[in-house]
């Protein structure tokens, strides 16, 4: 029994070293959210800086799960909402727009890009 749970808690440890390597530098939480409520056959653009007018850096069809850093135009936080029901999560940052991180060109490079809050709700 007691080399099963050194086994274990090593597995655990490695696990989130792992997952801690993998994460964009300067991360500390991520928060999963999804695309969703974009009209059918259309995608939802993430831009550069939170404006419409900003630079389309890639775009995501509905159901697409998104890693949002937390932070959110308007003074918003996930971190500081992540209590509330997700529809309560939904309306908070529904006229805001959210950082997230991607990677839009699939190598490793990730980057803060931002998404409107009327098309993402909490995972």
Do not use: E
């Amino acid at each position: 029994m007691k080399t099963f749970r050194i086994g274990f808690l090593a597995a655990f440890v490695l696990i989130a070293g792992l997952f801690a390597a993998a994460t964009p530098g300067g991360a500390s939480a991520f928060f999963a959210w999804s695309v969703t409520d974009v009209p059918a056959g259309d995608t939802l653009n993430i831009r550069a800086w939170p404006s419409s007018q900003s630079q389309i850096l890639v775009a995501y069809p509905n159901n697409t799960m998104l890693s949002l850093t937390g932070k959110c135009t308007g003074g918003v936080t996930l971190d500081a909402i992540a209590g509330l029901a997700k529809w309560k999560q939904r309306q908070a940052v529904r006229y805001q727009w959210c950082q997230v991180w991607i990677d839009p060109n699939g190598g490793g490079q990730y980057r803060a890009a931002w998404v409107y809050g009327k098309y993402i709700r909490p995972a």
